[in-house]
């Protein structure tokens, strides 16, 4: 895991062209849980990443992490693995774990706009501004009249827009700077600078994350 810092471009001097990239701050993250399938079922690892105090943490939360010796992480987060004899309890994940030219996908919460109208929140063309119209912003019809006499759910209507959980698949992973744990991946990725990030390998089977 780690956080969106911002955007900025580097250059390629072969094709004389400037490249979009996002600049991402990773981990370094602790392994605070091993799952297998003869204790849960199923493989996976829990990873945790961004210190905090420790009085922002509950309990229970200071127990599960003690367990582990990890540190008063804030966000914990589950991957399921194909094998899980490679980590071990407390072991650090670092920037290392990625190579340039690797492909990646990268998961975080969109940008949210608030509540947002039609046009804004599904692209819907305005009404006319002749003849009298008042209708410039308006949804218009939004069902059939007698029959069935209701609006159909899943209609498309104003409400509240982004903050949603949105995946960006194969990005290209441009350069890996182990000194300052950072990455600069090809494009742009969702959220603001900040935000938390989730960076799985797009080729590698069963590196889901839940």
Excluded: C, W
Excluded at 55 to 67: A, I, N, R, V
Excluded at 142 to 170: E, H, L, N, W
Excluded at 171 to 199: F, Q
């Amino acid at each position: 895991m780690g956080q969106k810092l911002g955007m900025t471009q580097i250059f390629d001097q072969e094709q004389g062209t400037a490249i979009p990239v996002t600049v991402i701050e990773l981990g370094p993250s602790t392994v605070t849980q091993i799952k297998t399938p003869n204790t849960d079922g199923y493989r996976a690892i829990q990873v945790g990443y961004h210190t905090v105090k420790e009085k922002k943490l509950t309990q229970p939360e200071k127990g599960h992490l003690k367990k582990a010796n990890a540190p008063n992480l804030r966000h914990l987060k589950e991957y399921r693995v194909a094998d899980t004899s490679e980590y071990e309890l407390g072991q650090s994940l670092t920037v290392d774990l990625f190579s340039e030219g690797q492909l990646v996908d990268v998961r975080g919460t969109s940008i949210g706009r608030g509540f947002a109208g039609y046009q804004k929140r599904h692209k819907f063309s305005r009404g006319p501004k002749t003849h009298g119209s008042k209708n410039y912003r308006s949804p218009g019809s939004i069902g059939p009249g007698s029959t069935p006499g209701r609006t159909y759910p899943g209609t498309r209507m104003a409400g509240r827009m982004g903050s949603q959980t949105v995946t960006i698949r194969k990005l290209k992973v441009l350069r890996v700077d182990s000194e300052r744990n950072l990455i600069l991946v090809k494009g742009s990725i969702p959220g603001k600078s900040g935000g938390l990030l989730s960076i799985t390998p797009s080729n590698l089977v069963g590196a889901s994350a839940n």
